[in-house]
């Protein structure tokens, strides 16, 4: 199949305060949702000789940034979400994000998540987007 379409991405917040979609209908900007992580999964050193060894990295940690755009009415609900996590900290760093793309059967999964920062604000001429980013403990990706 040679087709992409967001419309069969669905994204899913859950956590401490309530259930969020994200994906396809959630207001989503054209840049749309982003999985990065923050260390390579090998270290490679070579000795004085040419020997090379591999290291397997355990951490599969990194970030989610859900892009959307200034109207969407999911800017409040996470925005609510948020308030109501950091009122506790019992309630922070809960989170799970589950991002699919049904067409290509992908599927990553997001443990341990963090709200990183209230998105930065920009009034223009023209609306733009607020950047939610989240801190991950855990990311696991089944690309289909």
């Avoid at 959630?26 to 949702?33: K, N, S």
């Avoid at 040419?50 to 969407?72: C, F, I, P």
Wanted: proline letters at 3%.
């Amino acid at each position: 199949m040679a087709t992409h379409s967001f419309m069969s991405c669905t994204a899913t917040l859950s956590g401490p305060g309530g259930e969020i979609d994200l994906g396809y209908g959630a207001g989503v900007a054209d840049e749309g949702i982003t999985v990065s992580r923050a260390e390579d999964a090998n270290g490679m050193q070579v000795g004085a000789d040419g020997s090379v060894m591999h290291s397997l990295h355990a951490a599969r940690h990194g970030t989610v940034t859900v892009r959307l755009q200034k109207t969407s009415p999911t800017n409040a609900m996470l925005m609510t979400m948020y308030n109501y996590q950091r009122s506790s900290p019992a309630n922070w760093g809960q989170n799970n994000i589950t991002v699919r793309d049904h067409a290509r059967g992908d599927t990553t999964t997001c443990l341990v998540c963090a709200f990183k920062k209230v998105p930065d604000l920009s009034y223009a001429k023209d609306g733009n987007t607020h950047e939610w980013v989240f801190d991950v403990g855990q990311i696991d990706t089944i690309l289909g």
